[in-house]
């Protein structure tokens, strides 16, 4: 969402302000990134709030971590495994577990209690409890559905690590016009090496 909005707005569109309940939604606020980029005038203020909620999409996709507030989100799997590696955290909850029976295919719904939730490689993973099993699931892209409930609470949860990688995201794009245009590809080295902790190899 957010860089669609940007490139809009890099392409000249006239689109009004976003409004302000997304502020709630992402790493730092507008004016914790105008105080960052010396910003006092208020003409840039959308485009400003588009590169924070981008900078936000693209430490999730570098970390796994949701830095843009709680959200219910799902995770696909083709079957059970010996775990369920949940690529998105802090995991909140985990809210239910569906999939495709194997008898029939028929969706059906993981029993509360026969489950478990460990850390793996700082990544949150769902097994068995000690003497059970998965049921039986039938192979095939998105077989098995987790929907559970992940991210901070608030920004001043958000590891401040991340906070200030997601200011020096907004001041590259906001002086580098032409990086920010070609779909936020370019990271600069401070964001990637703040951002390095966090990565894990399970990330999906």
Do not use: C
């Not at 993981?110 to 769902?126: M, T, Y």
Request: a negative charge; glycine letters at 10%; aromatic letters at 6%.
């Amino acid at each position: 969402m957010f860089v669609h909005m940007l490139l809009m707005l890099l392409q000249g569109s006239t689109t009004p302000p976003p409004d302000p309940e997304p502020d709630l939604l992402m790493p730092v606020s507008l004016a914790e990134a105008k105080a960052w980029l010396r910003e006092d005038l208020d003409e840039h203020d959308a485009l400003i709030t588009a590169l924070i909620g981008a900078a936000g999409s693209t430490i999730e996709q570098q970390t796994g971590v949701v830095t843009g507030g709680q959200r219910v989100a799902e995770f696909t799997y083709p079957t059970f495994g010996e775990r369920l590696v949940l690529p998105r955290r802090p995991l909140i909850e985990v809210i239910g577990i569906d999939y495709d029976a194997m008898s029939d295919g028929a969706e059906s719904t993981v029993e509360e209690g026969i489950w478990r939730v460990r850390e793996f490689a700082g990544q949150p993973a769902l097994l068995p409890m000690p003497g059970t099993s998965w049921p039986g699931a039938f192979v095939a892209p998105g077989a098995v559905r987790v929907v559970a409930r992940v991210g901070y609470a608030t920004r001043g949860d958000v590891p401040e690590a991340l906070r200030q990688a997601a200011l020096m995201l907004v001041g590259h794009w906001f002086h580098n016009r032409e990086a920010a245009s070609t779909g936020m590809q370019e990271v600069p080295l401070g964001a990637r090496a703040l951002m390095a902790p966090f990565r894990r190899g399970l990330i999906g």
